[in-house]
T-cell receptor
Framework: DQQVKQNSPSLSVQEGRISILNCDYTNSMFDYFLWYKKYPAEGPTFLISISSIKDKNEDGRFTVFLNKSAKHLSLHIVPSQPGDSAVYFCAASEGSNYQLIWGAGTKLIIKP | DADVTQTPRNRITKTGKRIMLECSQTKGHDRMYWYRQDPGLGLRLIYYSFDVKDINKGEISDGYSVSRQAQAKFSLSLESAIPNQTALYFC???????????FGPGTRLLVL
């Protein structure tokens, strides 16, 4: 059973608008969450993270929101740019385990 | 130069053959990981190593073995390749103090 789920395989957004990518998890022991971005023929690159002691973390155009009661996190990108077109992975870890559990990814397409 | 390199980038092999995928890093990180990615699935951990003398099985280690030859090198072997090991393989590193992992560009393996 998948502990980290990204239920939208793809998402298409107009350039300049907000992109919202969602991630749900089932393990209440997860306490650290990360978003990675992946371009074709490249490895994933770290984008932004959030600890379970926070409910929001912001870095430039990227904001991650964490709702622990709903076991849900989301990544907001605003404004969306063509270079944001990529696959976005959500990942989670538990305590000092440092093993990441990954979602299946969401392909974001930014339309000009 | 890339911080995490993987060789080869692409490999085609036949069922029953032994192959090795290699990973090198210049980040000075102690922790190294091997993942595989299959279509529609997130990354799944095969093996990880927290230092040269520490090797641990991940979620899907059956059919694979690893060797940590030095802090900077971590290789993955398929002793007898089978078609369902066809996948995209990623190496990653992290340091002792954070969950953020840094990925190589991946090796695309096809087992016929």
């Amino acid at each position: 059973d998948q502990q980290v789920k990204q239920n939208s395989p793809s998402l298409s957004v107009q350039e300049g608008r907000i992109s919202i990518l969602n991630c749900d998890y089932t393990n209440s022991m997860f306490d650290y969450f990360l978003w990675y971005k992946k371009y074709p023929a490249e490895g994933p690159t770290f984008l932004i993270s959030i600890s379970s002691i926070k409910d929001k973390n912001e870095d430039g155009r990227f904001t991650v929101f964490l709702n622990k009661s709903a076991k849900h996190l989301s990544l907001h990108i605003v404004p969306s740019q063509p270079g944001d077109s990529a696959v976005y992975f959500c990942a989670a870890s538990e305590g000092s385990n440092y093993q990441l559990i990954w979602g299946a990814g969401t392909k974001l397409i930014i339309k000009p | 130069d890339a911080d995490v390199t993987q060789t080869p980038r692409n490999r085609i092999t036949k069922t029953g053959k032994r192959i090795m995928l290699e990973c090198s890093q210049t980040k000075g990180h102690d922790r190294m990981y091997w993942y595989r990615q299959d279509p529609g699935l997130g990354l799944r951990l095969i093996y990880y190593s927290f230092d040269v003398k520490d090797i641990n099985k991940g979620e899907i280690s059956d059919g694979y073995s690893v060797s940590r030859q030095a802090q900077a090198k971590f290789s993955l072997s398929l002793e007898s390749a089978i078609p369902n090991q066809t996948a995209l393989y990623f190496c990653a590193t992290s340091d002792l103090t954070q969950e953020t992992q840094y990925f190589g560009p991946g090796t695309r393996l096809l087992v016929l």
